[in-house]
């Protein structure tokens, strides 16, 4: 309300099932607690809306159901915020990864995590019902969408979701070990007890890797690293990349949600990008012994 308040042009409002049908609104970004997230966006495409729903777009794949079906019936345009798809250092990885230059994929190892913060786990994300579950919801989304993104659909799900630290419901600690149907694996791992924050990605290839670090901020700076292979083994020709400057992802994804709405064409990442990331964290949680 108070950014609102504060936006020209704007129009405050608290019910956000009229905002929602408004005739002069075209799109609609949703960035509420996870049990929020697909109700509302299911009513604004029912209502011929385009949404952008943050991620992880809703607490259990089947909650997208409805928004799906609502898409389908009016035409509106649904893209799942996995921003970190537009990361500087993920733009270039993806370049060189769609040039073949890595070879055959071999497997992905992914950390992600921070510390939380004093109360920690009596904030909203602790709430199961609110959030859908810990942290294999909150970060290792983003770990599962971008190891998705590069190896494709994981039909074998192992993992565990453990909680050490924090006295919540949920897990503070997440684990997965997904298999693709052609043997490629991606381990990776999701934690709020990294006490220095941590964002780490490789990209393993059968003549080359290339490496994520750092997301800016107290993550560190973002940089890209490719490592080569050479023909006589041995140490690799190394190329390196580092984006100093502020972090410019929501502004591309936004823009590339845009431009889905100019050309008409299907957002990607959709909602079955997240159905399917959200059912390889159901899995983990069906997995893990209570």
């Not at 993104?149 to 503070?172: H, I, K, N, Y």
């Not at 990776?188 to 059968?206: D, Q, V």
């Not at 845009?258 to 983990?284: F, T, Y």
């Amino acid at each position: 309300m108070q950014l609102a308040a504060a936006t020209r042009g704007a129009a405050p409002s608290t019910d956000w099932h009229t905002s929602v049908r408004r005739d002069d609104v075209d799109a609609v970004f949703i960035a509420t607690t996870h049990d929020q997230l697909a109700p509302i966006a299911a009513e604004a495409a029912a209502a011929g809306k385009h949404v952008l729903i943050e991620k992880p777009g809703a607490r259990r794949a089947s909650e997208l159901d409805a928004v799906a079906d609502a898409a389908r019936r009016t035409g509106a345009l649904v893209r799942i915020g996995f921003n970190h798809r537009y990361h500087r250092a993920f733009r270039k990885a993806r370049e060189i990864f769609e040039s073949g230059a890595l070879g055959e994929m071999m497997f992905i190892r992914g950390r992600y995590g921070h510390g939380g913060r004093p109360g920690y786990d009596r904030e909203w994300r602790a709430d199961a019902a609110l959030s859908g579950g810990g942290e294999l919801i909150d970060q290792g989304a983003h770990l599962i969408d971008l190891s998705r993104w590069f190896l494709g659909d994981f039909p074998s799900v192992r993992g565990r979701a453990r909680t050490w630290f924090w006295d919540m419901p949920v897990e503070d600690n997440g684990f997965l070990l997904l298999e693709t149907a052609g043997g490629q694996v991606a381990f990776l791992h999701a934690s709020w007890t990294e006490w220095k924050n941590l964002f780490s990605f490789e990209i393993a290839g059968s003549v080359g890797k290339l490496e994520i670090s750092g997301l800016g901020g107290s993550y560190g700076p973002e940089r890209l690293t490719w490592y080569k292979m050479s023909p006589e083994m041995g140490p690799p020709e190394t190329l390196a990349w580092e984006y100093p400057m502020a972090d410019d992802s929501w502004h591309a994804e936004n823009a590339a949600f845009l431009e889905d709405i100019r050309l008409g064409r299907q957002p990607d990442p959709g909602i079955a990008d997240a159905q399917a990331m959200l059912r390889i964290v159901e899995e983990v949680y069906r997995e893990t012994p209570a």
